[in-house]
């Protein structure tokens, strides 16, 4: 065994980590400030590169209606500035939520209701071949009713007819339980590398 | 006048850049398409500064604690301050070619959030273990699911137990496919409907004005 | 004796237990590797045949968008993914991130990984870096990229970057290949809606049941499930990597889950049979 010392702060830190699992102690907490600084101290460098690489260069490149920009970035931290006003902050605000919602909204009825309805309403019979045909079918139903499961106005109706959209709640248990069993692989792939850092990377076992 | 500065023209802000988005999209005159991009660059540039907002909030919080010298967190408060400071001069000052910003980020920044992040899935097994029961034939609906799901993803396990690969993709194609375009459906009609009111201005909260203004 | 052992055993519970099996199945499998055989799947084979069809002179955008946290799982994917595009002559490749933390990761953590192949910075690949703003800035890329991009990540102007002349709009880029957690639902309205541009896409497992979906509607020319997908690519590329050697400890963890969860409906129906009588 001939470990790589090279490596041992970020071992120990991620060995400091996991005494979380037995108990919060003063070490987990010392690193846990200590990233989150860090973190937050590179995301603060990051916002003063991009600022220079979008708005510093729109103005080095002659667009200096652009300065206006700088004056709406610079009022995001309306906050600080007391309660008096704080208010300011609304007018960045609004500009980043109006695109935001501008650009959505275009594209939202094709990519998701257009294309997601062509992908469901396909042949239920006589589709390429018979297991196709039973695809088609079984996602048309599978579709139709996790739809009506969110129709909460049939679902207060009373009788028989109040009961048809829980039929969909079988499909949503389905979906859910595949995005748990992906979630759960999801932590695996997570936490595997770490355990192969401590072994192949430090340990060079 | 003042309901007008603090809530009125920031709705109309929003509205007009959301329709005008829109209607460029269906137009070609180059009019709309250009004074568009001025308003997207211009988005663009905001957010640069809105970046900045998550660390300036932490050190000003922080800073706070230390002044006030808050027991059993003043001390670590002081590590996080310290910590912002170094990494944002070394980083100012050559980036990942400074050898100080480049060590805290490789060997201090990246392996602890990976670990903080892998702790999920001990929380994972754990849940696992007390959540996941057959109590009902909907729960064994899930934990079926999301068993099939696992095993057909380990190499191990998918050659132990055959057809258990043409099972889940079956599972993930098919019936599942259904149900989540159905609930993707659902979520899009809400969220079209959200932004339908915001640009009508009927949401302030968005922006964070209340109904008093 | 009898009771000091009795009550260090009560002291135990499920969950140190459980603690203490996730450490041991993961570390068992990397310290005597497997090597079991890898089944490549559908996904992972559209997604390598949509990325081969590139031809010399072709313009892709590669969107690199992970955070800190999520590197140990999607970093090996991304890696595969990349060096796939460096390995086909010709390509350009822009480089581009939309999440805070991506740039750094990028620079220290996937560039070393990769073999440009000859492939000139400049010439034939750019780091565009981090570009705020979401959705927004996506629209405004592929709208006019010029307009808003003025710069690289490093600050030289995109005018002396010989490759930026072949990415003036969405028109003009003839593949996205994006790493991301989520399904890269915004580059399909904004690049796919107008201009058709294929998407091929690596996430997480969490965003692989609705990417499948995209898969399915033919939005999505292929999917890479997070770090099994990775492994799959590597294999497909012959440059097999931690992805790969990840494998045997994944089966392991899912056994262990899969026995906690009998584990636990066997004791409730038990119970639940004991409250019954």
């Not at chain 3, 592929?142 to 307009?147: G, M, N």
């Amino acid at each position: 065994m001939n470990p790589n010392w090279s490596l041992i702060v970020p071992v120990l830190l991620t060995i400091g980590i996991y005494t979380l699992l037995v108990k919060e102690t003063k070490i987990y907490r010392f690193i846990e400030h200590l990233f989150v600084g860090t973190t937050m101290g590179y995301t603060l460098v990051v916002a003063i590169r991009t600022i220079n690489t979008t708005g510093v260069a729109q103005v080095a490149a002659g667009n200096y209606f652009y300065l206006l920009a700088f004056v709406l970035g610079i009022l995001i931290f309306a906050r600080f500035f007391g309660t008096t006003y704080s208010w300011l902050n609304r007018y960045p605000v609004s500009v980043l939520v109006g695109s935001a919602i501008g650009v959505t909204f275009r594209g939202l009825p094709e990519q998701t209701f257009i294309s997601q309805l062509r992908a469901t309403f396909l042949p239920l019979i006589g589709a390429a071949d018979p297991m196709t045909s039973f695809n088609n079918i079984v996602i048309f139903v599978s579709f139709f009713f996790s739809l009506l499961y969110f129709s909460y106005t049939i679902t207060n109706r009373p009788g028989r007819l109040g009961k048809i959209p829980n039929i969909g709640r079988y499909f949503l248990m389905l979906y859910f339980g595949a995005l748990y069993g992906n979630v759960i692989i999801q932590r695996a792939a997570m936490f595997i590398p770490r355990i192969q850092f401590l072994i192949l990377d430090f340990l060079r076992l | 006048m003042s309901v007008i500065l603090r809530k009125t023209i920031p709705s109309i802000v929003i509205g007009v850049l959301a329709v005008w988005m829109i209607v460029e999209y269906f137009t070609t005159v180059k009019f709309f398409t250009d004074i568009g991009t001025i308003f997207r660059n211009f988005a663009v540039i905001i957010a640069a500064f809105a970046v900045a907002l998550g660390g300036l909030s932490s050190l000003r919080f922080h800073t706070q604690t230390i002044i006030k010298r808050k027991a059993g967190s003043w001390e670590f408060s002081a590590v996080l301050v310290a910590a912002i400071v170094v990494m944002t001069v070394t980083g100012l000052m050559g980036w990942l070619d400074n050898p100080i910003f480049s060590y805290l980020w490789n060997q201090v920044t990246v392996p602890s959030q990976q670990t903080i992040y892998s702790l999920l899935m001990f929380y994972v097994a754990a849940a696992a273990y007390r959540a996941m029961r057959a109590s009902n034939l909907q729960a064994a609906i899930f934990m079926f699911t999301a068993i099939v799901i696992m095993l057909m993803n380990g190499p191990f396990t998918q050659a132990l137990i055959p057809g258990i690969t043409d099972l889940g993709n079956w599972i993930l194609t098919v019936p599942q496919t259904g149900a989540s375009r159905a609930y993707l459906i659902a979520c899009n009609i809400g969220i079209v409907a959200l932004f339908i009111r915001v640009i009508l201005g009927r949401e302030t909260g968005i922006i964070g004005a209340s109904k008093e203004g | 004796m009898a009771e000091e052992k009795k009550n260090w055993m009560n002291s135990i519970n499920a969950r140190q237990v459980i603690f203490a099996a996730v450490f041991i199945v993961t570390i068992v499998p990397i310290l005597f590797p497997l090597n079991l055989p890898l089944v490549i799947s559908k996904t992972t084979i559209q997604y390598y045949d949509t990325v081969q069809k590139l031809k010399s002179g072709n313009t892709v955008i590669f969107v690199w968008n992970q955070g800190t946290a999520q590197f140990g799982e999607m970093g090996p994917p991304g890696i595969a993914q990349l060096q796939q595009l460096m390995d086909i002559p010709g390509v350009k490749v822009v480089v581009i991130s939309t999440g805070a933390e991506s740039p750094g990761l990028f620079e220290s953590n996937l560039w070393p990984a990769i073999d440009p192949k000859g492939k000139e910075y400049g010439k034939d690949w750019v780091n565009l870096g981090y570009i705020p703003g979401g959705e927004t800035a996506i629209a405004a890329l592929a709208t006019d990229t010029w307009s808003l991009v003025k710069v690289d990540w490093k600050g030289t102007p995109i005018s002396q970057l010989p490759v930026m002349e072949g990415f003036k709009s969405g028109a003009d880029i003839a593949l996205i290949v994006g790493n991301q957690p989520s399904s890269g639902e915004e580059w399909q309205r904004q690049f796919q809606n107008k201009f058709k541009t294929p998407i091929v896409w690596a996430c997480v497992s969490a965003g692989y049941t609705t990417a499948l979906m995209f898969v399915n509607s033919g939005q999505l020319s292929g999917i890479l499930n997070s770090l099994r997908g990775g492994a799959e690519l590597e294999l497909l590329i012959k440059k097999p990597g931690r992805g790969v050697s990840a494998m045997d400890a994944m089966s392991n963890l899912h056994l262990l889950v899969l026995a906690t969860i009998v584990a636990s409906n066997i004791i409730y129906f038990k119970n639940r049979g004991g409250k019954k009588k």
